[in-house]
């Protein structure tokens, strides 16, 4: 079964530094591009980032840029976000989704996970 | 990167048909033909409906039909059933290589 499972979301107070994984199974980790979305508590969704099927190539939404890492290990199928100087406006239920593309970019996702929830709060 | 425009709500009767618009700039909706749109149900991830303007990944019902036009792009749904109860998101590929997506439209069944 093609599956994307998201962890590492916790509570953490703003300025705070967090590590978030995606462990991915059932198909070849390598041959596919990865994102990260968001969506706050009750409102829509947010592109996060997105890393190339080798790590070569990361892009960034503007309001993460400078804070946010993407980064993935294909010998271990999995994806990660460092995400520094947390802000309340963070606040979501982060997911990872696999893009549609084998070896290429296509800027939509077929695959998702369930998400992980990142609250910033003092 | 401004989100793209959606209505925030739409609703119609079972059997009815349904349009969704997404709209746009020539950065984004009007310069590439990578308009996606996800429906979500309450407390499940996104799925995917359609891609590249008017693609059905398969599985997806045929009546999930999907256009461009300008800087607008639009999602029909048609023969509305109580099952296409949910919020729907367009996106869109940027010319700054980042996706967009749109504010959200819930769907009501009446």
């Known amino acids: 079964e093609v599956q994307l499972v998201e962890s590492g979301g916790v509570v953490v107070q703003p300025g705070g530094s967090l590590r978030l994984s995606c462990a991915a199974s059932?198909?070849?980790?390598?041959?596919?591009?990865i994102h990260w979305v968001r969506q706050p508590p009750g409102k829509g969704l947010e592109w996060v980032s997105l890393?190339?099927?080798?790590?070569?190539?990361?892009y960034y939404a503007d309001s993460v840029k400078g804070r946010f890492t993407i980064s993935r290990d294909n010998s271990k199928n999995s994806l990660y976000l460092q995400m520094n100087s947390l802000r309340p406006e963070d606040t979501a239920l982060y997911y990872c989704?696999?893009?549609?593309?084998?070896?290429?970019?296509?800027?939509?996702?077929?695959?998702w996970g369930k998400g992980t929830t990142v609250t910033v709060s003092s | 990167q401004s989100a793209l425009t959606q209505p925030a709500s739409v609703s119609g009767s079972p059997g009815q048909s349904i349009t969704i618009s997404c709209t746009g700039t020539?950065?984004?909706?009007?310069?590439?033909?990578?308009v996606s749109w996800y429906q979500q149900h309450p407390g499940k991830a996104p799925k995917l409906m359609i891609y590249?303007?008017?693609n059905r990944p398969s599985g997806v019902s045929y009546r999930f039909s999907g256009s461009k036009s300008g800087n607008t792009a639009s999602l029909t749904i048609s023969g509305l059933q109580a099952e296409d109860e949910a919020d729907y998101y367009c996106?869109?590929?940027?010319?700054?290589?980042?996706?967009?997506f749109g504010g959200g439209t819930n769907v009501t069944v009446l």
């Open positions: 989704a696999r893009d549609r593309g084998i070896r290429l970019y296509k800027y939509d996702m077929e695959v």
């Open positions: 059932g198909f070849t980790f390598d041959d596919y591009a």
């Open positions: 890393i190339g099927w080798n790590g070569g190539s990361t």
């Open positions: 020539n950065s984004d909706i009007g310069g590439y033909n990578s």
């Open positions: 590249d303007v008017t």
């Open positions: 996106s869109s590929y940027t010319s700054r290589s980042t996706l967009v």
